[in-house]
């Protein structure tokens, strides 16, 4: 059965870095497109980015240019680097794979992660 596991989360000062990772186990998801997802407290889930088997990206607008997407498809993780964090970014992070296409929205992935807590302070 596909799992997907995010790993690197935590808190951190406004203005901090994070790098957050999603491992995939039992298939190959990670040749598929994958995506990353955020949810606050009492709000809906996001999209923040997304990458495709080429590696083509896109991105949330409030993601471009401090996030970015990656993936090493050879160990199966999937990434998202967060720079410059706000407080508005304290969230559950999500990764989220078997995408088709670069979409940002959470019913084009039918798997998905459990979550890494961010709480930027």
């Known amino acids: 059965h596909v799992q997907l596991v995010e790993s690197g989360g935590g808190s951190v000062q406004a203005g901090g870095s994070l790098r957050l990772s999603c491992a995939v186990s039992?298939?190959?998801?990670?040749?598929?497109?994958m995506g990353w997802f955020r949810q606050g407290p009492g709000k809906e889930r996001e999209g923040i980015a997304a990458?495709?088997?080429?590696?083509?990206?896109t991105y949330a607008d409030f993601a471009e240019g401090r996030f970015t997407i990656s993936k090493d498809a050879t160990k199966n993780v999937l990434y998202l680097h967060m720079n410059s964090l706000k407080p508005e970014d304290t969230a559950m992070y999500y990764c989220?794979?078997?995408?088709?296409?670069?979409?940002?929205?959470?019913?084009?992935?039918?798997?998905w992660g459990q979550g890494t807590q961010v709480t930027v302070s």
């Open positions: 990458i495709d088997r080429s590696g083509s990206t």
């Open positions: 039992g298939c190959t998801y990670t040749r598929t497109t």
């Open positions: 989220a794979a078997g995408g088709s296409w670069l979409c940002t929205q959470v019913a084009c992935f039918p798997y």
